[in-house]
């Protein structure tokens, strides 16, 4: 069924323009609908050129077709690609956004700063008025926000010790539980109790280097080592230098236990042949005594000489017999094996007094001999050495006491 043809656009010139317009639009329709429900094909019909003109009740514009709109298939429809955003309008877009919600943040934190400050009488609006801006307040932090900050750092030190100590104390309850831990433990104890047994002398001597044993007595400090000095009977051995004063016992055997019993109450006169004079008489003087001992010995003069390295050619040493001083200058300095006797044993015309001790510290490997020569009273006054007393000369220069190896070694 065909729609039938409105009498009203049978003439498009007759009318007014808006009729005009809306019958040629109509005309169009018709050859449309022919074309799709007819039998016969739409004959395009030249149509007079109506100038275009917006309709005012649908505000569409509404052209003229010509002979090429009847041949185009409706139903022919074809799409073109969406187009898609460029880089600008995408800067565009999140630059809206960023603003948006900054301008949102910052009246927020305004309304926050206002409402604290009328809260706090300390800090008023004003303040916050004329020297601050809202963009200021969006990059601080509440009083809140700061001390949850520090509450969160002071809590995680807190659990990290906890988390630390707790696993010390897991080991350690491990360790304590476990079969092997007693042993070691036990094994350790008797290896630093035999270090301290075999090694006690080397670590106390060391001290003792460097700390002055304080037993000189202000009273036999010398200022004129020439002069007359009124002194006691008791045979004494002072050196200033190394803050010594120490008995000496004289007319002692030469033999080992001998001079170790000499040495527990001072210093030991330990007389050879060919070197076994006393203070005021030609001949050499032998003194020994301990640098180091061990501490479990006896005596108190267990490291009288623990500084006697530090002397040095010049010093001067006394020693005090039967009641007068005698000086000494040091001359020579020399380190000799254990068995070297000989180095005692010289001819001279001069009063002679040598210091002996052990050396390095805390062994008995080697002997230190320090020579000194008299200078007061008048060493040409001095008496004739005495005659060969028949001791044996076989005894070596006396040392230290054995160490604990060597007492379970029976080792001298």
Same mark, same amino acid.
């Given at each position: 069924m065909k729609p039938e043809n409105s009498s009203s656009g049978g003439n498009l010139t007759n009318g007014t323009p808006a009729q005009q317009n809306q019958n040629a639009a109509a005309n169009v329709l018709r050859s #449309?609908? =022919? @074309?799709? %429900?007819? !039998? /016969? +094909? &739409?004959v395009a019909t030249p149509q007079p050129q109506v100038q @275009?003109? $917006?309709? $005012?009740?649908?505000? #569409?514009?509404?052209q003229p077709q010509g002979q090429a709109d009847a041949e185009v298939n409706p139903y022919n429809r074809t799409h073109s690609a969406h187009p898609q955003p460029q880089a600008e309008q995408?800067? #565009?877009y999140h630059s809206a956004w960023q603003t948006y919600y900054q301008k949102y943040y910052e009246g927020y934190y305004a309304s926050q700063t206002a409402a604290t400050a009328q809260q706090t009488p300390s800090q008023p609006a004003e303040a916050i008025g004329s020297g601050a801006t809202a963009s200021s307040f969006f990059s601080q932090k509440t009083d809140l926000e700061v001390t949850t900050e520090e509450l969160n750092k002071d809590q995680a030190l807190y659990e990290l010790r906890q988390k630390l100590l707790g696993k010390v104390q897991d080991s350690a309850k491990k360790i304590r539980g476990s079969r092997h831990f007693v042993p070691i433990i036990a094994s350790l104890s008797v290896v630093l109790i035999f270090v301290f047994l075999q090694y006690n002398r080397v670590f106390i001597a060391t001290v003792n280097a460097y700390v002055s044993p304080g037993t000189i007595s202000p009273q036999n400090i010398v200022i004129d080592p020439s002069g007359d000095a009124s002194v006691s009977a008791d045979p004494r051995l002072i050196i200033p230098k190394i803050n *010594? !004063? *120490?008995? &000496?016992? %004289? !007319? *002692?055997? /030469? !033999?080992? /236990?001998? #001079?170790m019993a000499a040495m527990s109450n001072g210093v030991a006169h330990f007389a050879i042949p060919g070197a076994s004079s006393h203070p005021g008489q030609v001949g050499n003087t032998v003194l020994s005594g301990h640098s180091s001992n061990d501490l479990f010995d006896g005596g108190d003069y267990k490291f009288i000489f623990a500084q006697l390295e530090k002397m040095a050619v010049g010093d001067t040493v006394y020693a005090n017999y039967k009641s007068v001083r005698y000086t000494y200058v040091v001359t020579k300095m020399e380190v000799v094996? +254990? $068995?070297q006797v000989n180095k005692l044993v010289y001819p001279t015309d001069k009063p002679i007094l040598t210091l002996i001790t052990c050396t390095p510290l805390g062994t008995s490997r080697d002997r230190l001999l320090v020579t000194a020569e008299q200078v007061s009273p008048d060493p040409t006054a001095a008496s004739t050495a005495p005659? /060969? =007393?028949g001791t044996s000369s076989d005894a070596s220069i006396p040392g230290n006491s054995p $160490?604990? *190896?060597e007492r379970i070694f029976g080792a001298r």
């Open positions: #449309q609908i =022919d @074309a799709l %429900y007819g !039998d /016969n +094909p &739409v @275009a003109q $917006t309709l $005012t009740h649908s505000k #569409q514009v509404i995408w800067k #565009q *010594v !004063d *120490v008995p &000496v016992v %004289y !007319d *002692v055997g /030469n !033999d080992y /236990n001998s #001079q094996k +254990p $068995t005659v /060969n =007393d $160490t604990f *190896v």
